[in-house]
C-alpha cells in the first residue's frame, strides 16, 4: 500500500474523532505555553530574588511557578477527559468492525485459513494500531510548536549556545530515520512468526485429538520452537535497535550537557550569561530535546503500526457478502414453485467443481443428489444457500434470479442438515433453540422427530445439560441428532437440505427417521444428499453427478437401468450396509 494511501486511511480511523484531537491538541499547546514559562520564571527567580537577596521577588516567582503547575494539573485532568475516549473507542470500534467482517466474509475465505488463525492476527494488529492513541503519540504532534517555541527561547537567551545545539539534533534525526526502517523490516517478520503461530496455535485446538493419537506431541512441539525461535530472534534484534537508539540518544543529550556547561561557563565568567540565563537555557534546552525523542518515538510506532495497519486493511478489503444494489427483501408469504439452475458452473482453486449443471426442482418434489466424493453435491449445497457465487449461470426461484433478495431473507428460507454441525459450548437447549424464539413444546417436538428426545430424557440435567466444545460431550449420533433437531426446529422455512444427515445414526434410528422425512409434508423441497438405496426409492426423482456434470435425473428404477456409474454406487452402499448390518447384529 502506498504512503499517502495509508496515511488518508489513519485520517479516516480519526476522523469521527476530530473535535477530541483539536481539544487535546489545544491543552498541550496551553500546558506546553506553561512549560515554556517556567524556565523563564526560574531565571528571573535566581536572578531578581534569590541572588539580590529580594524575598518579596522570590515569593512572587515562586507563586507564579506554583499557579502555572496548578492550571497544568487542571488542564492535564481536561485532556485525560477526552483522551480517554479516543484510547478506549477506537480499539472498541476497530474490533467491532473485525468482527462483524468476519461474519460477512465468504466461506470460501476460511477453507485456506481457520478461524483462530485470522482473529488472533486481527487482534494483533488491531492492539498495534491502538497505540496510535498512546498520549506520546498525540503529544508528537504539538512537539513541532514545542521545538520551535523552545529554539526561539533559547536564541533570545543566547545564539551561540543555541548554534551548538543545532549541531547535535540532525544526528539524531539520521540515527532515528535510519533505525525506523530497520524496525519496519523486523516487525513485518514478527507478524510473519506471529501468524505462523496462530496458524500453529488454531490446528494445534482444532486438531488435538489427532496429535495425540498418531503420537505427533514431540513434532508438533518442536515446530512450534522453531516459530518461538524465529519470534526470539526477531524481537532480539528489535531490542537491539532500540538500545541503540537509546545509546545515542543519551550520549548526544551527555555530550550536549558538557559542552553546555562548558561554555556556559565562560560565557558567565566574560559577563556575557547570568547564571540564570545558563539555568534557564538548560531547562528549555531539554524542552526541545524532550519533543525530538517524542518524535522519534512516533518514529518507532510507524514502523511498528504501518504493517499491522496495512494488513488489517486487506483483510477488511477481503470479499463479503453485500446484499446486491436493489435488492428486496424474499417475501414468507411468496408461493415458490420452482428452483432452478440454468448452466450453472463453479470454478475453485482453478478447478471446475461443477460444469454447465442444470436442472429444475419442482414445488412439492422430495429430490436425491447422489455422486462419489467430488462429484459436485456440496458444491451445489453451497450454491442454493448462497455460500458460493456461480462462475457461470443462474440460479432462479420463480424465474427470478436468487441474488435478487437478501442474503438474510433468501437463507430463512432453508434449513440445512449438513454432514458437520457446528455445537455451541452450551446446553442442549440453547442449542437447538439459537434463534432464541422456540417454545419449549417445539424445542421438545422436534428432539421426538430427530430421534434425540429418549436420550436426551436420560441425562441428569435433560434439555439444561452442557454438551462442551462442538458437543464433544456427546456421542457421533447423540450430536448428529441434536443437530438435526436444531434443523428440523427452524421456523418459517420453506425447503429442507440434508447432507448425510444420518451417517451417524444406529440402523434402526435412520430407518425411522427416513420413514419420517419421506412421508413429511412440512416443506415444499425437500434435497437430500444419500446413497441409500431404501430412501432413494421412495423419492420423487434422483438427480445423477459424476465430476461435476449431471449424467443423468430420474427415478431409481430409470437410473438403475440406464446408468452403469449409478449402479455401481448403489451396489457399493449395498455392500457397506450388508457389513454393518452383520456388525449390529454380531454386536447384540
Same mark, same amino acid.
Given at each position: 500500500?502506498?504512503?499517502?494511501?495509508?496515511?488518508?486511511?489513519? %485520517?479516516?480511523?480519526?476522523?469521527?474523532?476530530?473535535?477530541?484531537?483539536?481539544?487535546?491538541?489545544?491543552?498541550?499547546?496551553?500546558?506546553? /505555553?506553561?512549560?515554556?514559562?517556567?524556565?523563564?520564571?526560574?531565571?528571573?527567580?535566581? $536572578?531578581?530574588?534569590?541572588?539580590?537577596?529580594?524575598?518579596?521577588?522570590?515569593?512572587?516567582?515562586?507563586?507564579?511557578?506554583?499557579? &502555572?503547575?496548578?492550571?497544568?494539573?487542571?488542564?492535564?485532568?481536561?485532556?485525560?477527559?477526552?483522551?480517554?475516549? /479516543?484510547?478506549?473507542?477506537?480499539?472498541?470500534?476497530?474490533?467491532?468492525?473485525?468482527?462483524?467482517?468476519?461474519?460477512?466474509?465468504?466461506?470460501?475465505?476460511?477453507? $485456506?485459513?481457520?478461524?483462530?488463525?485470522?482473529?488472533?492476527?486481527?487482534?494483533?494488529?488491531?492492539?498495534?494500531?491502538? *497505540?496510535?492513541?498512546?498520549?506520546?503519540?498525540?503529544?508528537?504532534?504539538?512537539?513541532?510548536?514545542?521545538?520551535?517555541?523552545?529554539?526561539?527561547?533559547?536564541?533570545?537567551?543566547?545564539?551561540?549556545?543555541?548554534?551548538?545545539?543545532?549541531?547535535?539534533?540532525?544526528? +539524531?534525526?539520521?540515527?532515528?530515520?535510519?533505525?525506523? +526502517?530497520?524496525?519496519?523490516?523486523?516487525?513485518?517478520?514478527?507478524?510473519?512468526?506471529?501468524?505462523?503461530?496462530?496458524?500453529?496455535?488454531? $490446528?494445534?485446538?482444532?486438531?488435538?485429538?489427532?496429535?495425540?493419537?498418531?503420537?505427533?506431541?514431540? %513434532?508438533?512441539?518442536?515446530?512450534?520452537?522453531?516459530?518461538?525461535?524465529?519470534?526470539?530472534?526477531?524481537?532480539? !534484534?528489535?531490542?537491539?535497535?532500540?538500545?541503540?537508539?537509546?545509546? #545515542?540518544?543519551?550520549?548526544?543529550?551527555?555530550?550536549?550537557?558538557?559542552?553546555?556547561?562548558?561554555?556556559?561557563?565562560?560565557?558567565?565568567?566574560?559577563?556575557?550569561?547570568? &547564571?540564570?540565563?545558563?539555568?534557564?537555557?538548560?531547562?528549555?534546552?531539554?524542552?526541545?530535546?524532550?519533543?525530538?525523542?517524542?518524535?522519534?518515538?512516533?518514529?518507532?510506532?510507524?514502523?511498528?503500526?504501518?504493517?499491522?495497519?496495512?494488513?488489517?486493511?486487506?483483510?477488511?478489503?477481503?470479499?463479503?457478502?453485500?446484499?446486491?444494489?436493489?435488492?428486496?427483501?424474499?417475501?414468507?408469504?411468496?408461493?415458490?414453485?420452482?428452483? =432452478?439452475?440454468?448452466?450453472?458452473?463453479?470454478?475453485?482453486?482453478?478447478?471446475? #467443481?461443477? $460444469? @454447465?449443471?442444470?436442472?429444475?426442482?419442482?414445488?412439492?418434489?422430495?429430490?436425491?443428489? &447422489?455422486?462419489?466424493?467430488?462429484?459436485?453435491?456440496?458444491?451445489?449445497?453451497?450454491?442454493?444457500?448462497?455460500?458460493?457465487?456461480?462462475?457461470?449461470?443462474?440460479?432462479?426461484?420463480?424465474?427470478?434470479?436468487?441474488?435478487?433478495?437478501?442474503?438474510?431473507?433468501?437463507? *430463512?428460507?432453508?434449513?440445512?442438515?449438513?454432514?458437520?454441525?457446528?455445537?455451541?459450548?452450551?446446553?442442549?437447549?440453547?442449542?437447538?433453540?439459537?434463534?432464541?424464539?422456540?417454545?419449549?413444546?417445539?424445542?421438545?417436538?422436534?428432539?421426538?422427530?430427530?430421534?434425540?428426545?429418549?436420550?436426551?430424557?436420560?441425562?441428569?440435567?435433560?434439555?439444561?445439560?452442557?454438551?462442551?466444545?462442538?458437543?464433544?460431550?456427546?456421542?457421533?449420533?447423540?450430536?448428529?441428532?441434536?443437530?438435526?433437531? !436444531?434443523?428440523?426446529?427452524?421456523?418459517?422455512?420453506? #425447503?429442507?437440505?440434508?447432507?448425510?444427515?444420518?451417517?451417524?445414526?444406529?440402523?434402526?434410528?435412520?430407518?425411522?427417521?427416513?420413514?419420517?422425512?419421506?412421508?413429511?409434508?412440512?416443506?415444499?423441497?425437500?434435497?437430500?444428499?444419500? @446413497? !441409500?438405496?431404501?430412501?432413494?426409492?421412495?423419492?420423487?426423482?434422483?438427480?445423477?453427478?459424476?465430476?461435476?456434470?449431471?449424467?443423468?435425473?430420474?427415478?431409481?428404477?430409470?437410473?438403475?437401468?440406464?446408468?452403469?456409474?449409478?449402479?455401481?454406487? /448403489?451396489?457399493?452402499?449395498?455392500? =457397506?450396509?450388508?457389513?454393518?448390518?452383520?456388525?449390529?447384529?454380531?454386536?447384540?
Amino acid at each position: 500500500m502506498k504512503h499517502k494511501e495509508l496515511v488518508l486511511k489513519m %485520517k479516516e480511523l480519526f476522523a469521527p474523532y476530530r473535535k477530541n484531537l483539536i481539544i487535546i491538541s489545544v491543552i498541550m499547546i496551553i500546558t506546553s /505555553i506553561g512549560s515554556f514559562l517556567t524556565p523563564w520564571l526560574t531565571k528571573q527567580l535566581i $536572578d531578581i530574588g534569590i541572588m539580590k537577596g529580594n524575598f518579596l521577588q522570590t515569593v512572587f516567582y515562586v507563586g507564579l511557578i506554583f499557579i &502555572i503547575f496548578f492550571a497544568q494539573q487542571l488542564f492535564g485532568a481536561i485532556q485525560f477527559y477526552y483522551y480517554r475516549n /479516543i484510547s478506549l473507542r477506537i480499539p472498541f470500534d476497530l474490533n467491532n468492525q473485525a468482527c462483524k467482517h468476519v461474519l460477512l466474509v465468504r466461506t470460501k475465505y476460511f477453507k $485456506d485459513r481457520n478461524f483462530s488463525e485470522v482473529m488472533s492476527e486481527l487482534f494483533q494488529d488491531i492492539s498495534n494500531i491502538s *497505540s496510535l492513541t498512546d498520549t506520546q503519540f498525540l503529544s508528537s504532534f504539538v512537539s513541532l510548536f514545542k521545538i520551535v517555541a523552545g529554539l526561539v527561547a533559547l536564541f533570545l537567551i543566547n545564539w551561540k549556545l543555541t548554534l551548538i545545539m543545532l549541531a547535535t539534533i540532525p544526528i +539524531k534525526v539520521l540515527i532515528s530515520s535510519y533505525l525506523f +526502517k530497520k524496525q519496519e523490516s523486523i516487525y513485518k517478520v514478527i507478524m510473519r512468526v506471529q501468524s505462523n503461530f496462530s496458524a500453529w496455535l488454531g $490446528d494445534g485446538i482444532s486438531g488435538i485429538v489427532e496429535i495425540k493419537l498418531w503420537g505427533i506431541i514431540n %513434532k508438533k512441539l518442536s515446530k512450534l520452537n522453531d516459530i518461538l525461535e524465529n519470534s526470539m530472534k526477531a524481537k532480539s !534484534r528489535l531490542m537491539f535497535c532500540g538500545y541503540i537508539d537509546n545509546v #545515542a540518544g543519551s550520549t548526544l543529550s551527555i555530550l550536549f550537557t558538557c559542552i553546555l556547561y562548558l561554555f556556559g561557563s565562560w560565557l558567565i565568567q566574560k559577563n556575557e550569561m547570568s &547564571i540564570g540565563s545558563l539555568v534557564s537555557f538548560v531547562s528549555y534546552s531539554s524542552l526541545v530535546f524532550e519533543p525530538i525523542g517524542i518524535i522519534s518515538y512516533l518514529i518507532t510506532q510507524l514502523s511498528l503500526v504501518k504493517p499491522a495497519f496495512e494488513r488489517f486493511l486487506r483483510f477488511l478489503s477481503t470479499d463479503i457478502e453485500n446484499d446486491n444494489p436493489g435488492s428486496i427483501e424474499l417475501p414468507n408469504s411468496m408461493d415458490i414453485k420452482q428452483i =432452478k439452475f440454468e448452466n450453472v458452473s463453479l470454478v475453485y482453486d482453478e478447478e471446475k #467443481a461443477l $460444469d @454447465h449443471v442444470s436442472f429444475t426442482i419442482n414445488k412439492g418434489e422430495k429430490i436425491a443428489i &447422489i455422486g462419489f466424493n467430488g462429484s459436485g453435491k456440496t458444491s451445489i449445497v453451497n450454491l442454493l444457500l448462497r455460500f458460493y457465487e456461480p462462475t457461470e449461470g443462474v440460479i432462479k426461484i420463480n424465474n427470478n434470479d436468487i441474488r435478487t433478495y437478501t442474503f438474510e431473507s433468501y437463507r *430463512s428460507m432453508w434449513s440445512l442438515m449438513a454432514q458437520d454441525n457446528y455445537m455451541f459450548n452450551d446446553t442442549i437447549k440453547n442449542n437447538i433453540n439459537i434463534s432464541e424464539e422456540l417454545s419449549m413444546d417445539e424445542i421438545i417436538e422436534s428432539c421426538k422427530k430427530s430421534g434425540a428426545y429418549s436420550f436426551i430424557q436420560e441425562l441428569p440435567e435433560k434439555f439444561e445439560t452442557r454438551i462442551g466444545y462442538n458437543g464433544s460431550k456427546l456421542s457421533g449420533g447423540q450430536r448428529q441428532k441434536v443437530a438435526l433437531a !436444531r434443523t428440523l426446529a427452524r421456523k418459517n422455512t420453506k #425447503a429442507l437440505i440434508l447432507d448425510e444427515a444420518t451417517s451417524s445414526y444406529d440402523y434402526y434410528s435412520e430407518q425411522n427417521f427416513n420413514e419420517d422425512i419421506v412421508s413429511s409434508s412440512c416443506y415444499i423441497f425437500t434435497i437430500i444428499i444419500t @446413497h !441409500r438405496p431404501e430412501v432413494l426409492k421412495k423419492l420423487d426423482r434422483i438427480i445423477y453427478l459424476d465430476k461435476g456434470r449431471v449424467m443423468g435425473t430420474g427415478t431409481f428404477d430409470e437410473l438403475y437401468e440406464s446408468m452403469e456409474g449409478f449402479r455401481n454406487i /448403489i451396489v457399493n452402499t449395498q455392500n =457397506k450396509e450388508m457389513q454393518d448390518h452383520a456388525v449390529h447384529a454380531f454386536s447384540n
